[in-house]
């Protein structure tokens, strides 16, 4: 009878430790208690939240099995088994308790919103948009619920869609800690990396040493043409370990766009110091080279790069301008033509590639292909200024001098004082002088 009592006393210790949000303590308690009454369902159950509170999810699960032999229709005790179901990734039979749930109780809101998760994870996203729906028919404004069909959204694609998501959970939930950072993720897919500088910048003021963000943002601030920020991004996260060899590529990137060789030798010997090798690094180095006149060298060492399995596609676009440089366009195009056929829904991945192209193209004499690429590059409304340039230009080489004309005065309506369009007005006026020639030695 005293090890009853002492069961007893140990379990509602254990309950005002859970109260208290004391999970260490309510996990010896409960392990106590259940030493001597294993048979209890509302200890077990107990146990289970304790677990999964400290985010010991498979002991949850098992606990929550255990509920569920003595009480197999507790609706609560399947829930939450579904829901750590889902945390272990074992998604199939999380759908087969979540799916109990909903079938006994069509308002509980939380199965259909990890529902939604598990059937986004198997590929189901069909079932999970009806889960979503079912979710909104209950709760309208549920964070989770709107985070987790994100989450198929993405696998999808879909990034407005994803991106309004997102901004829907930011609006419910001001603080969730990951909003910002997968609104930047999405403008950039989107091809804004204004807005996806100013959330990483805000997301950045709640976790100041998330040192991939930091990283992400120096590269948006390199992407924006905004070096000396962006260097001073890298330099804060020189401070995490993990990050250091990626902050010293970056620093290197920044100085070269700066135009101070010297520092971005010292930078790129420190990294050979640590005898890292990272992706872009070669690609840095041919840069390098270029700038100090050595265009062998740099073309050997873009070879190198080109030829490295697993490039990520910011560095083929970086490989593919630097093969422009070189003159080398059919490099060129071999690396951003996959980018193309892959990445129709990456707006920012997709008009990056048409841009470098449609120059290359040109570049190689291939004209009507280099138009084609500008015309589509023009009407996703991206880059408007340099695609007409590369539009007059293509035009000028084709002999079609009366659109290279309108191409020309759309130029000089958007930006009248560019200095790069005084070189096409004397291309154009060339272009005009050699058919006038020409048809006056036809005439003669």
């Known amino acids: 009878m005293n090890e009853w009592v002492r069961a007893e006393h140990h379990a509602q210790r254990g309950q005002r430790f859970l109260q208290a949000r004391q999970w260490q303590q309510a996990l010896a308690e409960w392990r106590a208690a259940l030493a001597v009454n294993p048979d209890q369902p509302e200890w077990r159950f ?30 609560q005790s399947t829930l939450r088994l579904g829901i750590n179901l889902v945390r272990c990734r074992q998604y199939a039979q999380a759908v087969e308790h979540l799916t109990a749930v909903t079938n006994q109780e069509r308002d509980c809101e939380p199965a259909y919103c990890h529902l939604i998760l598990a059937h986004t994870m198997l590929g189901e996203h069909e079932l999970a948009e009806q889960a979503f729906y079912a979710a909104r028919l209950v709760t309208e404004e549920c964070p989770l619920c709107l985070e987790h069909i994100a989450v198929s959204l993405w696998a999808r694609k879909e990034w407005a869609r994803a991106l309004w998501c997102w901004q829907q959970v930011l609006r419910i939930e001001p603080d969730h800690p990951l909003a910002h950072r997968k609104l930047a993720q999405l403008q950039t897919f989107l091809g804004r990396p204004a807005a996806a500088r100013d959330h990483l910048f805000m997301h950045l003021i709640r976790c100041p040493s998330d040192g991939p963000a930091l990283l992400e943002l120096g590269h948006l601030l390199l992407e924006l043409e905004r070096p000396t920020e962006a260097m001073a991004i890298f330099q804060r996260a020189m401070g995490i370990e993990a990050c250091y060899a990626r902050a010293q590529l970056g620093l290197a990137q920044g100085a070269l766009a700066l135009g101070r060789h010297d520092t971005v030798r010292t930078h790129l010997d420190a990294l050979q110091g640590k005898n890292v090798s990272l992706p872009g690094l070669l690609g840095l180095r041919a840069r390098l080279a270029l700038a100090c006149g050595h265009r062998t060298l740099a073309y050997r060492l873009a070879l190198r790069q080109a030829k490295q399995e697993g490039m990520l596609p910011r560095q083929r676009l970086e490989l593919a301008r630097l093969m422009i440089d070189l003159r080398r366009p059919d490099r060129a195009s071999e690396l951003v033509t996959p980018l193309i056929e892959w990445a129709w829904a990456d707006r920012g991945l997709l008009r990056a590639s048409l841009l470098y192209r449609g120059v290359a193209m040109l570049q190689a004499g291939r004209t009507e292909q280099g138009i084609a690429d500008c015309r589509r590059l023009l009407r996703m409304g991206e880059h408007e200024v340099i695609s007409l340039e590369n539009l007059t230009l293509g035009y000028i080489r084709a002999g079609r001098l009366g659109r290279a004309v309108a191409c020309l005065r759309r130029c000089e309506r958007v930006r009248p004082s560019d200095p790069r369009l005084r070189q096409l007005r004397w291309r154009l006026a060339g272009g005009r002088t050699r058919r006038m020639i020409a048809r006056w030695l036809s005439r003669a």
């Open 46 to 75: 107990d146990l289970g939240l304790t677990l999964e509170a400290l985010g010991r999810f498979n002991e949850a699960v098992d606990s929550f099995r255990l509920v569920l032999i003595h009480r197999p229709h507790d609706v």
